[in-house]
């Protein structure tokens, strides 16, 4: 018997031809039986999900709703309170308008109900529906089934986990960003390929707008998750087109074919709508008060790529639920689930290099389109996490939100491989696994949207409101956690402004607030102070007593002790009013209570100064973080030092040395520094920063800071600073931030 004789027996003999049909018959029958139970199961599933939806916006979502998700409707209030889109008197911060926001879906209601938990429910319902339709209408890019497509939106309905359901539904901070993605998406892709002059017109008007208010928003986030992605996406429509170049004979040249034309068209109305949008928040910008925020990105070192590559992949699996509860017993139902879950979206990862480069050799130019959009924009966005200093990673789960929007768009990407590979193949069996084990998931304790039969835990906020308002208290003051969400919890009845303690005093928190909480005219009567007993620990209480008098009342709700003066306590407190500050001159004194990181305080013939010895390098004063109206000034430094050559720098910042205003070397020897620069808006917390590199002894005598044309000073104390006061870092100080 020959070799070739035995490979064909013991091919025969291992899978008889009959028996192969009927096993394939067998699959067949078991696929269309679990797809007969699907179709019939999931309409039932989208169902609930959107009621479970529908829950957590108007009541589920209250135990995690925060002070960063009640500012829409702070903003809401202040735009009709002030009859502009852009209150001047709000601080926005990152150039970050918020032109298509929640804010906009309560401004038509606020009218009517009080601007309270409702109206955001309210507006988180809008955002719902548009995000969830914006998924649909993408989905069609590249998945034909309907049941299919109907599944992903289930999926997002049903909340996925509480950290997706925070993102895109409750705080809604990447759900707009998702929608517009997704929009932009869509209406570039029927622009491409609409069938006459009449859709094309259109579908162009519509891609237009929608960019125009995209980067009127903020044109960085812009380019980053819509004009790149969309550049990538437009390539991958062209690619494989083999009719991209005509050949005219009777002009005897190459043309472009008309499907170029198109591709040209849209990234040139792209780029015209982004120039438009850009110079409406460039106008914008200049008229409202802005805080520039992180600043600029800056590259890690190897070792920090491969830490925050960990990070990135746990942030991912986090943001999806997928890690399994530290101390669940493994030998558990919920423990099994949790393992199943994890295995999943480890699926999932692998899966999507593999899906992308599927999709991209599909014949069909839309899936091409999709993929390209998709797959470019979540390659941008996890090399800005493994390779620089834009995740915050001491909190990688929640850091992992700039991959949302691609995330989810992966998750269609993912849908429609499952749809073409079926289950026969280990990839599209593996793909449904992924699809299956994420509608499940408002089974998973962890998905806030299970509350809807799992009962809701208490808010402690809910608490603080009605005790304060039993209290008979109206306005006051806590730190920013516990501020805006008790305004808009007890309905606008106990309004709270945030504030930050700095030299032991309270000080306004100006970030994404309203400079005219913080005056003395927004409120007459009793006002509060509420701070926890760490916070309390570090009130100078006689210094705030001296100042706005004692409390003529103190109580405890919970662990925060609330603290009740007879007035407004802005009264009393200098650097509150902005318009109060613009009319005294600043100076920044030299005294016992000057911050330094290095040296030490001097009193020598009624006068203080700051000294610091040869060898010792770092910043011999920093602070007072001043409210600085917009204007021209100059800074004087009276600097002795001993060191032969440059001894140092002093410099005026703002951003906790983000944002450096000015600044000029210190030569050695005795020196008055005197340093012009103009400011060109009102800046909050802005330092004046005295360098010593150590080559010699350095004492400071005096800083004086004087508005253009001012000859003499007055001394108010410090304004505002970080709620830590933080020292600036050392590895910074040759080289300072800018």
Same mark, same amino acid.
């Given at each position: ?20 049909? @009927?096993?394939?018959t ?51 209030? +202040? ?10 008197d ?30 955001? &429910? ?6 719902? /529906? ?29 909340g ?14 990447? !759900? ?51 004009f790149?992605?969309?550049? *990538? ?6 690619? #494989? ?24 068209l ?17 106008h ?41 509860? @530290? ?6 139902a ?8 994890? *295995?999943?979206? /480890? ?70 491989y499952?749809?073409q590979? #079926? ?9 449904? #696994? ?11 304790? *962890?998905?806030s ?8 835990p ?13 209290? &008979? ?13 008790i ?10 402004r ?15 607030s ?20 760490? +916070? ?21 709700i ?8 007879? #007035? ?28 330094? +990181? ?42 002795q030092?001993?060191?032969? !050559?440059?001894?140092?720098?002093? @410099? ?46 350095? +004492? ?9 044309g ?12 970080? *709620? ?15």
């Open positions: 018997m020959t070799d070739e004789s035995v490979r064909h027996g013991l091919q025969d003999h291992a899978v008889p031809p009959a028996s192969r049909a @009927e096993s394939e067998y699959v067949d029958a078991l696929v269309g039986y679990a797809a007969r139970i699907g179709k019939t199961l999931l309409p039932l599933l989208f169902l609930f999900s959107m009621v479970a939806l529908v829950y957590y916006l108007f009541k589920g979502y209250l135990p995690e709703f925060h002070s960063d998700s009640a500012v829409k409707n702070l903003l809401a209030g +202040e735009v009709l309170r002030e009859g502009s889109y852009f209150p001047h709000w601080n926005y911060v990152n150039g970050d308008l918020w032109v298509v926001f929640g804010q906009a879906f309560i401004i038509p209601f606020l009218p009517f109900l009080p601007n309270g938990f409702m109206l955001h &429910g309210i507006s988180g319902l809008v955002s719902a /529906l548009i995000l969830l339709s914006s998924l649909w209408w993408a989905s069609s890019m590249l998945i034909t089934s309907r049941w299919i497509r109907l599944l992903v939106v289930t999926i997002f309905a049903g996925v986990h509480w950290l997706m359901a925070e993102h895109l539904f409750g705080q809604v901070s990447y !759900g707009n960003v998702l929608f517009l993605c997704a929009l932009t998406l869509c209406t570039g892709w029927r622009l491409l390929e609409a069938p006459g002059p009449r859709p094309l017109l259109g579908w162009s008007a519509a891609f237009i707008g929608i960019n125009v208010l995209t980067f009127w928003g903020n044109p960085q986030r812009a380019a980053a998750y819509d790149l992605p969309m550049a *990538a996406g437009v390539l991958a429509w062209l690619w #494989g087109r083999s009719d991209l170049m005509m050949w005219k004979p009777g002009a005897r040249r190459w043309a472009g074919s008309p499907a170029l034309h198109r591709a040209v849209l990234m040139g109305l792209m780029a015209i709508a982004g120039a438009i949008g850009t110079l409406l928040h460039a914008a910008v200049a008229v409202v008060n802005n805080a520039e925020g992180a600043g600029s990105a800056r590259y890690l070192s190897f070792d920090g790529f491969l830490t925050n590559l960990k990070f990135t992949v746990m942030g991912i699996l986090g943001t999806f639920g997928a890690l399994p509860h @530290e101390g669940l017993r493994v030998m558990s919920a423990g099994a689930y949790q393992a199943a879950r994890f *295995a999943s979206l /480890l699926v999932f990862l692998v899966l999507l290099p593999f899906v992308a480069a599927w999709l991209l050799r599909s014949a069909s130019s839309s899936a091409r389109m999709f993929a390209g959009f998709t797959f470019s924009g979540l390659l941008v966005f996890v090399f800005l996490q493994v390779t620089t200093t834009t995740p915050d990673m001491s909190g990688p789960i929640v850091s992992a939100r700039y991959m949302v929007p691609s995330l989810v768009l992966g998750v269609v990407a993912l849908a429609a499952a749809e590979r #079926g289950v026969r193949r280990l990839g599209g069996f593996a793909a449904w #696994g992924v699809l299956l084990m994420l509608a499940s998931s408002l089974v998973d304790p *962890a998905n949207f299970a509350r809807i039969y799992r009962g809701l208490p808010s402690p906020h809910q608490t603080q409101a009605a005790e304060l308002e039993r209290h &008979g208290l109206s306005y006051g003051y806590a730190t920013f956690w516990n501020a805006n969400v305004s808009v919890i007890s309905e606008g009845k106990v309004r709270v945030p504030v930050l303690l700095v030299d032991g005093l309270p000080s306004p928190h100006r970030h994404l309203s400079n005219q909480w913080f005056r003395p005219s927004a409120w007459q009567g009793k006002t509060f102070l509420m701070l926890s007993a760490e +916070e309390l620990a570090g009130l100078d209480r006689p210094r705030l007593e001296r100042a706005v008098g004692v409390p003529v009342e103190t109580f405890r919970g662990d925060q002790e609330v603290l009740v003066f007879a #007035g407004n306590i802005a009264a009393g407190l200098q650097g509150w009013d902005m318009a109060r500050t613009r009319s005294y001159s600043l100076a920044i004194p030299l005294n016992a209570q000057s911050r330094h +990181e290095i040296g030490q305080v001097v009193e020598e013939g009624g006068t203080t100064r700051l000294r610091a010895d040869a060898g010792q390098a770092g910043y011999l004063h920093f602070g007072p973080y001043l409210f600085l109206p917009e204007g021209s000034y100059q800074l004087t430094a009276d600097v030092s001993s060191a032969q !050559g440059d001894a140092g720098m002093v @410099e005026v910042v703002a951003d906790e040395g983000r944002r450096v205003l000015a600044k000029a070397a210190i030569p050695g020897g005795s020196a008055s520094v005197v340093l012009p620069f103009a400011n060109p808006q009102d800046t909050d917390l802005v330092e004046v920063r005295v360098f010593t590199n150590g080559n010699g002894l350095m +004492e400071l005598r005096s800083l004086q800071l004087l508005p253009e001012k000859a003499s000073l007055a001394l108010p104390a410090p304004a505002t600073a970080p *709620a830590s006061a933080p020292l600036p870092a050392r590895q910074e100080s040759a080289v300072p931030a800018g």
